[in-house]
């Protein structure tokens, strides 16, 4: 195959790795008879992402970083060519170049990633990156046959992507429940049926407003309890002693006479009370009728002064 495949440290070192050593063999530039892709002319032009590496050194640890860096790539989906700086002297002379030393200060060490002739980092920066979700915005992404993935393979990859997508937007439809029947418009609501019967309404009862008669009412004499007990027992003496006396008859008679006075006392009282309470509703009107006077011979004096 190529010079790095006939070096029995390459031997030794690929027995540790087979995946890295293929990926490093298949795209080292040595020979165009060979199917593989042709060296570029100069390094700081190619588009291409570059792994820099040297598994012909024997060193473990070399190895297994380049597989960790070949692995991190393929897991984001970056294309990649990879380079042994054993066999390839201008990418050898690029890296002696410009291999220096990152923000921090350390000196960087193979593998590496190297882009249009300038490194962009080691396994320790690369890692770095990949942790925080970086690693994307140090690299430019570039396709052709030779890288890995290659042009053909990363089309085939978003062909599939593609119809994957429109596989689970006919599935998440195909979920999707069937919309319900709308429901039929609300009927017109009916007019309110008004009632024949009307409801009879309470009217109030008048209250008095004539102010005599409200003084005579409260003027009447209140009898205590004991005054109508009194007045019961003189009925009774009164009735059995007319009884004796004039028969059945005659108290009857006495009983409605005694009945009359009374009436009689009563409309007394009541015309009395009607009088009192018209001579006080005069001295009222009086009283009002003077304090009036009083406050406009005041209002007159005052508009003198």
Do not use: C
């Not at 190619?46 to 024997?58: H, V």
């Amino acid at each position: 195959m190529s010079e790095a495949s006939s070096t029995p440290n390459q031997d030794a070192a690929a027995s540790g790795s087979a995946s890295t050593t293929t990926a490093v063999a298949s795209s080292t530039s040595t020979n165009n008879s060979t199917g593989l892709p042709p060296k570029p002319t100069t390094y700081s032009t190619d588009p291409a992402l570059y792994i820099y590496t040297s598994l012909t050194a024997g060193s473990s640890h070399i190895v297994t970083a380049t597989s960790r860096l070949e692995t991190i790539l393929r897991a984001n989906r970056i294309p990649f060519k990879a380079i042994d700086l054993a066999t390839d002297e201008k990418a050898r002379m690029l890296w002696g170049r410009r291999a220096g030393k990152d923000k921090k200060g350390r000196q960087r060490k193979l593998p590496a990633l190297v882009q249009m002739g300038m490194v962009l980092g080691d396994i320790v920066e690369i890692e770095e990156w990949n942790e925080y979700g970086e690693l994307k915005q140090h690299v430019t992404f570039y396709y052709d046959e030779f890288t890995q993935p290659s042009l053909q393979q990363h089309q085939e990859w978003l062909k599939k992507q593609e119809q994957l997508k429109q596989q689970r937007q006919q599935q998440q439809q195909q979920a999707k429940p069937a919309a319900p029947p709308a429901a039929p418009p609300a009927p017109p609501p009916l007019p309110e049926k008004t009632s024949a019967t009307t409801t009879t309404t309470s009217k109030p009862t008048p209250v008095a407003t004539n102010p005599a008669a409200a003084a005579a009412a409260a003027a009447l004499p209140i009898r205590s309890i004991a005054e109508e007990a009194a007045a019961k027992a003189k009925q009774v003496q009164l009735q059995a002693l007319r009884e004796k006396v004039h028969g059945k008859a005659g108290a009857k008679a006495g009983t409605s006479a005694v009945t009359t006075e009374k009436t009689s006392e009563v409309k007394a009282i009541s015309e009395g009370t009607e009088e009192k309470a018209k001579l006080q509703a005069g001295k009222e009107s009086e009283e009002t009728k003077k304090e009036e006077e009083k406050e406009e011979e005041k209002k007159e004096d005052e508009s003198i002064d």
